[in-house]
């Protein structure tokens, strides 16, 4: 199945997140990200081809009415991976950065080896090395 014209790339993630300060400050911390922009109520970080967009939730609503807006609280809807060469030594720098992993490194059946973690919001990351 061909892949729509417009559906080729994805440009920019918005997460909802309850304390910007907060959240700002785990982004920069954890990923040494640089920022595009900030005001008030986000904060949008360069992520090679995608942008990561930190909006309060309080904002969020205005974005996806009707749909509601879930809280942190709620349990994981998703998962974000990023690949990795070494998932031990990334483990081993974001623990060195006050990281808490959820899991792992674990060596999975399926051939990758893993680990997890959760940003404030609980916005879940994984990292994966192909094995």
């Not at 080729?8 to 982004?27: P, Q």
């Not at 930190?54 to 879930?70: C, F, H, M, R, T």
């Amino acid at each position: 199945m061909a892949t729509a014209d417009w559906a080729n790339k994805i440009t920019e993630i918005t997460l909802f997140v309850e304390d910007l300060y907060r959240s700002k400050a785990f982004y920069q911390e954890t990923f040494k990200l640089a920022i595009l922009y900030e005001d008030e109520s986000c904060a949008v970080f360069d992520y090679g081809n995608t942008s990561i967009n930190l909006l309060k939730q309080s904002n969020a609503g205005e974005l996806i009415k009707p749909a509601q807006v879930g809280h942190s609280g709620d349990g994981a809807r998703f998962q974000f991976t990023i690949q990795v060469p070494d998932v031990d030594r990334v483990c081993d720098e974001l623990k060195v950065r006050g990281v808490q992993l959820l899991n792992g490194p674990i060596t999975r059946p399926w051939g990758r080896r893993t680990a997890c973690f959760a940003d404030p919001d609980g916005h879940l990351w994984e990292i994966a090395q192909v094995l």
